[in-house]
């Protein structure tokens, strides 16, 4: 789909266009779209627990249950995204990662694509984390993740797809 774009806001996480685009049919649609970097998440194991943290979110002006997750940084690979963040985010190292997935959080106006992994973890320690996040580490079961999550405690679309693919929900 070629067409024509215009910048409506740069910000330093993502930039937001309007524009024309031609669609597969031939036909001209009006977009608003968020270019995004892309993220990875990763689910972190220390044997059969499963390490969450719940973050403040000042979006939504609340604290919520995920699994570790951030931007890719420019150069960058989603691979070292996620070792980076888990490390950053918990303090834990991972000793066997492996990309388990891949979403698309919004494509109706955004290109956002997380890249997911799944890693065996060893040492807890401190995180070197952002400014702005308000994290608390925790271990948990499967079972009481999928209590969480059934008690409508989960509500992160990113952990829930995340939990999916490896089998957990």
Known sequence: MKGKREVVFGGCLFT???GRKR???GRNAYFEEIDHPG???IIPFVKEKIIFIRQYRGVIEKYIW???AGIIDPGETPYSCAKRELVEETGYEAEKIKKIGLIYT???FCNEKIHIFRADCKRDGTGKRDPD???RVKQMTKDGVRRLFKNG???DSKTIAALS???IL
């Open 66 to 68: 995920e699994l570790p």
């Open 16 to 18: 937001v266009f309007k």
């Open 106 to 108: 919004t494509p109706g």
């Open 23 to 25: 669609l597969p049919d």
């Open 153 to 155: 405690r989960i509500s």
């Open 165 to 167: 693919f490896a089998g």
């Open 133 to 135: 996040e308000l994290i």
């Open 39 to 41: 993220a990875a998440l």
